[in-house]
């Protein structure tokens, strides 16, 4: 059996985007046994994808803090020995960053990632033995696919397929159907505003009888998520939930309507009808995959109206 490392360290929609890739090389090479290096706050992403034996994890975001404490490279250099513990017959780096393609070398395997017309950092293909060139306009799920693809020696084709099933239905969830409302993102020009939230939220609820649960990561985030909760009928603030948790209530949803925002992603690869939101952002680039389930609405310097959203929500599948 060949043990392969795929290379893919942050963030949450990243090892998302993934997810295509890894289904289809296990499509064509069934016994492989593939491994993924990961961050440890992203671990969990890793592990949800069925065809991935094991997760090997680092914390650079952490270590990068305390990079002069014994006790950080105590952990690189238990990271490493974790590394070449197993006989990689190829190392393959999806991210295209020093701080991907750094660890990966510790595995002392062949490595092979984008080549510099293809990455996001060229200083990164200095480290790698072999490199593939991939057009820089596809989206990033196609982009992971076509490298796989090219370093694997098969044809990428037909739509891509997260091969992810979803988590058990949480227990706190009330009795029902849901929709869930992903309002949280990495900054605020990536927001949609408050009212538009609550006036989707009365809409949700009025005409189609869903509850509303309204998820949040930070304290800022809770404190928004209440604000709308106290605004909105049938509304339920989730509590802090692990990504594994977060599977599970995405992936029993009704509907998902969310910002970009790694959950977004998420319940984008749980085939459950999505309105993904771009207000600041590329959604050609960065979007979500669009299937009957899913769409993406917006775009850089635009705010979808609620009407729109709502439009768009009701001509996914299963929401007619």
């Not at 492989?32 to 065809?51: G, Q, V």
């Not at 949280?184 to 609550?198: D, L």
């Amino acid at each position: 059996m060949m043990n392969v490392l795929i290379v893919r360290t942050s963030s949450m929609g990243d090892l998302i985007h993934t997810w295509p890739a890894i289904t289809e090389l296990k499509t064509h090479y069934p016994n492989l046994r593939i491994s993924w290096l990961a961050e440890e706050n992203f671990a969990d992403i890793a592990r949800l994808h069925p065809a991935v034996d094991e997760v090997i994890t680092l914390a650079w975001r952490r270590w990068r803090k305390n990079l002069l404490s014994a006790a950080t490279w105590a952990e690189i250099k238990a990271m490493r020995g974790k590394l070449r513990a197993t006989r990689w017959e190829l190392v393959v780096d999806c991210q295209g960053l020093l701080k991907s393609a750094l660890p990966a070398k510790l595995s002392a395997a062949p490595l092979t990632g984008y080549d510099r017309q293809s990455i996001r950092e060229p200083l990164a293909c200095l480290l790698y033995d072999k490199t593939h060139r991939v057009d820089w306009s596809l989206s990033a799920v196609e982009r992971c696919r076509l490298l796989l693809s090219k370093v694997f020696g098969y044809q990428s084709q037909g739509t891509p397929q997260f091969g992810v099933p979803a988590a058990l239905r949480p227990q706190w969830l009330p009795a029902g159907e849901y929709a869930v409302l992903l309002h949280a993102t990495s900054r605020a020009s990536k927001e949609w505003p408050e009212q538009h939230w609550i006036a989707l939220g009365e809409k949700l609820a009025a005409e189609h009888g869903l509850q509303l649960i309204i998820p949040w990561g930070n304290a800022a985030e809770q404190q928004r998520a209440e604000r709308l909760a106290a605004a909105m009928p049938q509304a339920v603030v989730a509590p802090r939930m692990n990504l594994i948790e977060a599977c599970g209530l995405l992936g029993h949803a009704r509907a998902v309507i969310g910002v970009d925002t790694g959950l977004s992603h998420l319940a984008n690869a749980l085939n459950v009808p999505l309105v993904a939101i771009y207000t600041d952002t590329d959604p050609s680039k960065t979007g979500v995959v669009e299937t009957p389930w899913a769409t993406n609405l917006g775009g850089i310097g635009q705010c979808p109206a609620v009407d729109e959203v709502m439009q768009a929500l009701l001509a996914r599948k299963d929401m007619a």
